[in-house]
């Protein structure tokens, strides 16, 4: 196994058919077919999955493409170093992070990297809590924002941020706002985020609502909480698409649950536009930065620490992300 096997690869992967990698890399498609299942044989697993219409990949196959473009940019990166002098922390940090969460603080926090440490390329891992617990597990990510996890073996884990949960939906009758608590729509705490009004969570529960299924954090969150008030949530939709179930709740299909670093995603001050905190109890969803325990983050790792820390802190203070930072400042 070599650097151009995995550089042919990852273009057959990204282009979708050995004919079109092929054409890209100019060279011949036999030679590329071939160089393909040589990878293949070497690693004793199938990387695609072909068919008539083209190439996708397999398990083992995503999981290459995540490793190789990892080594390729390291690769990249000593030849650089070699030909010049150091200049500030280099190298390449993964960091894993719900993807709710990756949508509000990751733009920021790369933008900001590129600026001050353009020598450190990080890779980014989104995906559902529970498999970004799995990749810190595994050690394929060097940082992970873990959801309501306090304490994992294996790992170094802290409080970084704790943020409130919210009803939001189209009130198109305005029958939702006699519900609500005090609270103004719309006004704005001083240097902070917006001031919302409060919805108890027993009534919420009695609304159209539109959920992902169980398997996600924030149902199983919801699901607990009416167990224990002894309520029956009035589910209407059911759906493991984010993106569904934002063309449902914007369509006016029902309410949905969602954590405060996700309100963006709605349509903003549209009129009817219901965005409550719920209350009695109060929902919360706490992240914790964790690192691999017995290991001492190199220098490009503390950067990407810092930088998180610094801009999840700058958010809460412009009231971007109605949250409470609960680190110590320090990376």
Known sequence: MDLRSLRYFIAVLEAGSLSRAAASLYVAQPALTAQIKKLEAELGTQLFDRSHVGV??????LQLYQDARRLLSDAAAMRERLQRAPDGPEGSVTVAVPFLLASLLLGPVLTRLKQSHPRIRVFVIDDLSLMVRKAMVDRRADIGLLVDTASVEGLDVRPFVREGMFLCGFDAR?????????????????????????????????????????????????????????VELNVVHEHDSARVLRSLYLAGAGFTVTPACAIADGPGEQPNWLIARIVEPELVRTYHLATPAGKVPDAATQVVMQVLADEARSMIALGRWDAQFLGDGKA
């Open 174 to 230: 305005g029958e939702v706002a006699a519900l609500l608590g005090k609270g103004t729509k719309g006004g704005r705490a001083k240097k902070g985020a917006p001031v919302r009004p409060t919805v108890p969570f027993a009534h919420a529960a009695n609304l159209p609502l539109v959920l992902q299924s169980r398997r996600f954090s924030i149902r199983q969150r919801v699901e607990a909480t009416a167990e224990t008030l002894g």
């Open 56 to 61: 996708t990949p397999t398990a083992a196959g």
